[in-house]
């Protein structure tokens, strides 16, 4: 690495520490801010997603080579870490720090996207079979269960069977479309509950339509797990890409994605564990801060805890 790369690397820590910093600041006013940093994780969580969410955006300023660059295949094959390469090299002479830089964004924007296609999904079908109930209610939650009951993983196997390797924004859409059923669940518990309220009678009473009445009303009232599922989603959604990519049917290589990261270097376990354990690294820490955000945003959005 060069002597800008490790001052933009040094500089991408010292901005995630100040985000963590100015977000308790500015929630400070709040009891629900005050709660989500009383967690013991959550100031952690906040400050590992802003430290990679920095390095993906910024991968170009944090790292000396492109991520597909073989630098010398015979040389430089599989070298240990050292201070020109701070994660050392792959299989095919690359800069491993470089690649978990770049990886950042696919695996990041994957997880992203595919839990903002799966809540979208989800809050749309829980909101709606939660308000109508009845026959509604009973259809789309068979279809429901219907889908929870599927393995995933198969479902995805068969999709990619049947299209070939999905392009990137495909593969983000089959996963989106398979990650809904349990937000769905969650939604209509709350909406069948959020309904039953004055306040959602009163809109009914003065003509107000069904969808005005579910978006204006009824899903700004449930907003709370809403919140936490996604939080939490991402993580999982983050992992099954890793996984489809370790397997070689999601991201494509030389693309570089955490999970195909650690399927190149999987037969080098034993001589060259650093290409397997600093991508693998990277998908723990993120997975455990969503996971710790997650469990922060549920502290702190808990009504129960207003009226203590």
């Known amino acids: ?13 010292a901005l995630a520490a100040w985000a963590v910093g100015a977000l308790r600041r500015r ?13 013991p994780t959550a100031a952690w969580g906040i400050g590992i997603l802003a430290f990679f969410a920095i390095v993906a955006v910024a991968a170009p300023l944090v790292t000396s080579f492109d991520p597909r660059q073989q630098l010398d295949i015979v040389r430089l094959k599989n070298q240990p870490p050292s201070w020109s390469y701070i994660l050392g090299t792959d299989l095919y002479s690359r800069d491993l720090w470089t690649r978990v830089a770049y990886g950042a964004r696919i695996s990041l924007m994957v997880g992203a996207l595919g839990m903002l296609v799966a809540v979208t999904l989800g809050t749309l079908v829980g ?18 269960d219907v889908g929870l009951a599927l393995p995933r993983i198969f479902v995805l196997l068969i999709a990619i069977a049947l299209f070939g390797r999905l392009p990137l924004a495909l593969l983000v859409l089959v996963i989106g479309f398979t990650s809904w059923f349990g937000t769905s669940r969650l939604v209509r ?30 899903l700004p009232n449930a907003a709370a797990p809403i919140i936490v599922s996604a939080a939490l989603g991402i993580g999982n959604v983050l992992l099954l890409e890793a996984a489809l ?64």
């Open 189 to 218: 518990a709350e909406v069948l509950s959020v309904r039953e309220r004055d306040f959602v009678a009163a809109a009914r009473a003065v003509g107000a339509g069904a969808a005005r009445v579910i978006f204006r009303h009824v």
């Open 27 to 39: 929630t400070a006013r709040h009891e629900a801010g005050r709660r989500f940093f009383r967690h």
């Open 245 to 308: 990519s370790f397997l070689g049917i999601g991201v494509p290589p030389p693309a570089p994605s955490w999970g195909n990261m650690i399927a190149d270097g999987a037969p080098y376990l034993a001589t060259a564990p650093w290409t397997t354990l600093f991508p693998g690294l990277a998908i723990a820490l993120v997975v455990m801060a969503l996971n710790a955000v997650g469990d922060a945003l549920r502290d702190a959005l808990d009504p129960r805890q207003e009226a203590m």
């Open 127 to 144: 909101a709606v079979a939660g308000y109508y109930r009845r026959w509604v209610d009973a259809v789309l939650m068979r279809g429901v």
């Open 1 to 13: 690495m060069t002597l800008q790369a490790w001052f933009a690397l040094l500089a991408a820590l």
